[in-house]
């Protein structure tokens, strides 16, 4: 199976290290949630496998290619970031013909569809749009070019909340149509959770959890009730969090959850969100 | 169609639950075609693979069933057998629950037989 396979990767910078020892693996056709907290080493991790930076050790392979100075396997690859690497006075029309070039395709049609949506004036310079409709046009881009791996990291930035929902619809229907790897980045986590097959957290430039976002909803549980009922109930337990207010405490567990607890507590799920702070506080 | 994010049910199952509802309610008709992996998974903004399984539960349950090419349409007779596994299920969701809230707050299966009648009359 075609995927991006990243074994043993080390990169440290000016000697403090950012990713230590890390192995993980983007398989084709699924939308991957890569999450950490700022420095957590994601943006590393995705310039790594992008060419853009080196490893200190380690390999990564592109559907069994070297990643490394190869431009076949970069090829596959569309990675959108903050960082603009179109010249500042390029127009944003020109922006899109370049990347037909360079890609070696571009959805024309679909560009349009899109242009029209978000309203963007392809006829402004790079260097004049908002950082909102900075990030948009590179959007436009990484959903039109015709590529296997499309890297997006915090790809809302600068998005106003219904340009945000109109980006998730969009990512959807594009998805469906034409299946291809995607890696979200992003802080948003409660708004990409349902978007998300699967999840890899990075925490300290390690592999925190990698696993199907459904295994990973049910890993735990979050139990609320008396403070001392709670304290005596999560004895021996995996505690991952406490929340408590007043007399009432809310412990996050990890674990099976015990048959009829709902009787004595209230019992919920764990979201994305609160398992990913909880796990990733100090 | 509208997710709880925050349930106890996961997503996959909502929707299941959502597209049966509207079988019941008859706004999906028997054999009529239900909205697309593509439209419910753009409208609703989640993953296809997470719709697709929601669906299949439907099939399972021989509620929809797939038409090469065309898409998932409603079985006929759907909307009896969904009112039939309600009414079976209707004591484990609705029964128990109640009076375990009722044992909690110390009512009589007296008081309950005389709400549950003034009920019905209002």
Redesign the interface.
């Known amino acids: 199976m075609n995927a991006i396979e990243v074994c043993k990767v080390s990169k440290s910078f000016g000697g403090t290290p950012v990713l230590q020892d890390i192995s993980v693996r983007f398989e084709e056709g699924k ?1 991957y949630g890569l999450l950490g907290r700022n420095g957590a080493g994601k943006s590393t991790l995705l310039n790594l496998i992008n060419n853009r930076l080196f490893p200190d050790s380690g390999q990564i392979l592109i559907d069994g290619q070297r990643a490394a100075e190869n431009d076949a396997a970069q090829g596959k690859i569309y990675f959108m970031s903050e960082k603009t690497l179109y010249p500042r006075d390029m127009k944003i029309k020109h922006v899109f013909r370049w990347s037909k070039d360079f890609y070696g395709g571009f959805d024309d049609a679909y560009a349009q569809h899109l242009i029209q949506a978000f309203g963007l004036d392809v006829n402004k310079k790079v260097s004049q749009l908002s950082t909102g409709y900075s990030s948009i046009y590179k959007l436009i881009t990484a959903l039109c070019v015709p590529v296997p791996y499309v890297f997006l990291d915090e790809p809302v930035l600068g998005l106003d909340a219904t340009h945000r ?1 109109l980006f ?3 990512l ?2 594009t ?3 034409r299946p291809r790897t995607i890696i979200l980045s992003t802080h948003l986590i ?1 708004e990409i ?5 699967h999840v890899v957290i990075l925490n300290h430039g390690m592999v925190c959890r990698d696993q199907t ?2 295994e990973l909803l049910q890993s735990g549980y979050m139990v609320t009730g008396k403070a001392s009922e709670i304290d005596a109930f999560i004895q021996g337990k995996e505690v991952l969090g406490m929340d408590a207010i007043g007399g009432l405490k809310t412990a996050y567990l990890l674990g099976e959850r015990p048959q009829g607890l709902e ?1 004595a507590f209230e ?3 764990l ?1 994305l969100q609160k398992l990913f702070v909880k796990l990733t506080s100090e | 169609m509208q997710l709880n994010h925050e349930s106890e049910v996961p997503i996959y199952v909502q929707i299941a639950q959502q597209i049966e509802d509207a079988i019941f309610m008859g706004a999906f008709e028997e054999e009529q075609q239900i909205p697309s992996t593509t439209e419910i998974s753009m409208q609703l903004k989640i993953n296809p693979a997470t719709v697709r399984k929601g669906i299949n539960r439907l099939v399972e349950e021989d509620m929809v069933y797939k038409k090469r090419g065309l898409g998932m349409f409603v079985r006929q007779g759907a909307r009896k057998r969904i009112q039939e596994k309600r009414q079976k299920e209707f004591y484990q969701n609705y029964i128990l629950p109640l009076i375990s809230e009722a044992k909690k707050l110390d009512l009589s299966p007296q008081e309950l037989r005389e709400w549950m009648e003034r009920g019905y009359e209002e």
């Open positions: 939308i929902d998730y619809k969009l959807m229907e998805y469906v149509e409660e959770a349902n978007l998300l097959e976002c459904e009787d019992v919920a799920p979201t």
